[in-house]
Nanobody, 131 residues
Framework: QVQLVESGGGSVQAGGSLRLSCAAS????????MGWFRQAPGKEREGVAA???????SYADSVKGRFTISKDNGKNTLYLQMNNLKPEDTAMYYC?????????????????????????WGKGTLVTISS
């Protein structure tokens, strides 16, 4: 089974930056759909960013221009560079992956994560942004 472990969360003031990492193990296929999702207390889980097996990325409108998703296939690691953080970015951030989803599905998973779900999930890393 694929295992995903997030790291890099923490507390930072508004305007600051964080870089989240997701170490993947249990598979060697680098063509997974992978993404980042987040959930704030009392709110529905939302998609943040995804990258398909072809390397094409997609982002939620709320993070475009501020967040960048990337992956290092050699290290089986997914990253989320978060710049100009805002208090509304405060949430538990989850890494997710699925071997059988094309880039279009990845985009759908970001827009509607409760419908277009991915198979494998990490336990999350907490990001707290103060004003």
């Amino acid at each position: 089974q694929v295992q995903l472990v997030e790291s890099g969360g923490g507390s930072v003031q508004a305007g600051g930056s964080l870089r989240l990492s997701c170490a993947a193990s249990g598979y060697t296929d680098s063509n997974y759909c992978m993404g980042w999702f987040r959930q704030a207390p009392g709110k529905e889980r939302e998609g943040v960013a995804a990258i398909g097996g072809d390397g094409i990325t997609s982002y939620a409108d709320s993070v475009k221009g501020r967040f960048t998703i990337s992956k290092d296939n050699g290290k089986n690691t997914l990253y989320l560079q978060m710049n100009n953080l805002k208090p509304e970015d405060t949430a538990m951030y989850y890494c997710a992956a699925d071997p059988g989803r094309n880039p279009a599905y990845c985009r759908l998973s970001i827009r509607s994560p409760n419908i277009y779900t991915l198979n494998y999930w990490g336990k999350g890393t907490l990001v707290t942004i103060s004003s």
